[in-house]
């Protein structure tokens, strides 16, 4: 939960600390005063967008600071050490820093990380219900949602295993359309591989070829140069006819310094050196000679190499850079013609795949559905019950689950009709059923959707109690309510002060309301105070004591801090509460 709320230049709030604590707290003030800026600053510690427009006037920046006591909050706090941060004496720091310019940053536990972080680790602490939240209530799939949570974990399971199984069956279909639309472009792409596998076939390189038969054309080219040019390297290296060579000479100094190698070892040495000098000679001399007495020149293998290599030219052109590319080329070719070749084959397996997957998606969707029934039955006299003690004692909730039906596919079953248990159903990835909350607000009234049988203040409460019904399904720390009791008054206002704090028994609850019966019940109230200077209006947060509670109360109730009647309205309120808890 959270220990305390640190608002700084945050719109009309110049810097305030609000002091939190587990159970029930209300937040209340006069119009203006800036009640919702605490929920503003809230929404910012949970990763919402920043608005430089909330900054306050005359500020370079606005800052909001959250202390979550982690204890118990076992993957909250390993979310945050997995973004560098670290709890302190079993506390976790949230913050937000927003610039006039419009800039944000956030942090985690002391690390800094992106707002979108910042929203993936806060998310699971608090659920935050405003007015607007009312009108999400509206929505098909928030009704679906809230029936889903309240169903548990076998729901859940069940949930998740159908989104696969749908998904599954989509990409399945996806496929085997694919594969029968483009069967004639299949059909052409195999023949041209076929052509292009049977072109290189008939070549039938082998690997490093082309590099090979290039060097033998150009030495078969250049067979006449290249035998003059070994002849003058052996001439010059041992002479036949008695000309100066090289091993000549070279014996000639090995001669001078043995002579001498007796006076110094440094002679001798040299004198080695000459010694292998010559023997390195006479091997290369034969050599030479060898290389040059090999080199023929052969008209017939010329012609024959360059006819090959004009071959494997033609085969690079098309296939790769190389001989070995074209051969790596027509591996993969071969593997794609075998696909090609059994398209028939690949549909039949794609065909037998949908029916099974379609067979999947029938019966976790007929399973899905027959869980929601029931759990719509449970739902419905829980809420209706709530509703009772929230002061409409005739109201009943109906929470129903239906199935489209749809006709029956023409030709090969595909798409998002489903037949279950012969019926054929439209589907989505949520499921079959459609589900809806319809009230009935008083005795003998037909059941109706709730954008058109509720009030403004009956949908607060139908919110509020679906929302104390589904606290026991969840692990939400905190709850906040941003003025949900709007368009709520007299006796009611008592009963949703009285669920409110029952609500508070389980988890930490925020509430920022206008209603004095509801803030009665308050284990915590805390003011939004408003002064002006004349120029600039300013607003802070104070933790009222008893006695400043029943003059806070009396305001809210006359309009008069100090009336004696609205103050003796305000501690009978007070004791009334404290009796009822």
Known sequence: MFEEIRISQLGVIDSSTLELGPGFTVITGETGAGKTMVVTALGLLLGGRADSGAVRRGATSARVEGVVVADGLTDFVEQVEEHGGEPE???????????????????????????????QVAEPLVAVHGQSDQHRLLKPAAQREALDRFAGEEVARLGVEFADAWRHLAGVERELHDVVSSARER???????RFALEEIEKVSPEPGEDTVLAAEETRLGFADTLRVAAETAREALSSEHGTPDALGAT???????????????EAAGLADRLAELTYLLSDLAADVASYASNLDTDPLRLAAVSERRAALIALTRKYGETIDEVLEWSGTAAQRLTELDDTDGRIEELKAARAE????????????????????????????????????????LEVTVTQQEAAPPTGEPSGPVIEVDGRHLRGTVHGFDDVELLLAAN?????????????????????????VVLAATTTVPTFVFDEVDAGVGGKAAIEIGRRLATLARN???????HLPQVAAFADR???????????????????????????ELSRMLAGLEDSDTALAHARELIEAARATR
């Open 357 to 396: 997957a379609r067979a999947t998606v029938a019966r976790l969707g007929a399973e899905l559905s027959r869980q929601r029934t029931a759990a719509a039955v449970r739902l419905g006299q829980a809420v209706s019950d709530e509703l009772t003690l929230l002061a409409m004692p005739h109201a009943t």
């Open 443 to 467: 005795a003998g009234m037909n059941p109706r959707p709730l954008d058109k049988g509720a009030s403004g203040g009956e949908l607060s409460r139908v919110m509020l109690a679906v929302e």
């Open 251 to 265: 014996a000639a100094a090995r001669g001078a310094l043995e002579g001498v190698r007796e006076h110094d070892p």
């Open 525 to 551: 109230h805390i003011v939004v105070a408003k002064s002006s200077d004349g120029s600039v209006t300013t607003s802070g947060l104070h933790t009222l004591a008893e006695e400043e509670r029943e003059r």
């Open 89 to 119: 004496d079993g506390r976790v720091v949230l913050a937000r820093n927003i610039s006039a310019e419009g800039r944000s940053r956030a942090w985690v536990g002391g690390a800094g990380v992106p707002a979108a972080k910042l929203a």
């Open 507 to 513: 988890a930490q609850v925020l509430v920022v309301t």
């Open 187 to 193: 059909a052409r792409e195999a023949d041209q591989l």
